[in-house]
């Protein structure tokens, strides 16, 4: 192979992995969990193909923190998701729920609601 085209195929596969296939997160619409537990619930994608900004992670993460009285979010590891606006497999960033105070709630998070019960 020429050594020009080795070095762009690495730089491709460098940017591929960076949204790793094999790390699969799977939205949960029931969220069953003890105080002190967390559990990853779904995945915040960008654009179509791409991984949220740093800000929109952010801004997200606030927005749905201010509706949770049981827990808090914070975002986790790259990924995939499935996305039914994007007709398939995109990059996606884990949300993680941490569970902080008993109670039950179901919260809007990135159109899709989730039920939080916490023990």
Same mark, same amino acid.
């Given at each position: 192979? #020429?050594?020009?085209?080795?070095?762009?195929?690495?730089?491709?596969?460098?940017?591929?992995?960076?949204?790793?296939? $094999?790390?699969?997160?799977? @939205?949960?619409?029931?969220?069953?969990?003890?105080?002190?537990?967390?559990?990853?619930? /779904?995945? /915040?994608?960008?654009?179509?193909?791409?991984? #949220?900004?740093?800000?929109?992670?952010?801004? $997200?993460?606030?927005?749905?923190?201010?509706?949770?009285?049981?827990?808090?979010?914070? /975002?986790?590891? #790259?990924?995939?998701?499935?996305?039914?606006?994007?007709?398939?497999?995109?990059?996606?960033?884990?949300?993680? @729920?941490?569970?902080?105070? #008993?109670? =039950?709630? =179901?919260?809007?998070?990135?159109?899709?609601?989730?039920? @939080?019960?916490?023990?």
């Amino acid at each position: 192979m #020429p050594a020009c085209l080795a070095g762009a195929l690495a730089v491709s596969i460098g940017a591929i992995a960076y949204a790793d296939a $094999s790390n699969r997160i799977a @939205f949960k619409d029931r969220v069953r969990l003890n105080v002190g537990q967390a559990m990853i619930v /779904h995945g /915040h994608r960008g654009e179509c193909g791409q991984l #949220p900004t740093q800000a929109r992670m952010k801004r $997200s993460a606030e927005r749905i923190n201010a509706a949770l009285t049981t827990g808090r979010v914070q /975002h986790g590891k #790259p990924g995939v998701r499935r996305s039914g606006a994007c007709n398939g497999d995109t990059p996606a960033v884990e949300l993680i @729920f941490v569970a902080t105070s #008993p109670g =039950r709630e =179901r919260v809007e998070v990135f159109g899709d609601e989730i039920l @939080f019960i916490v023990r």
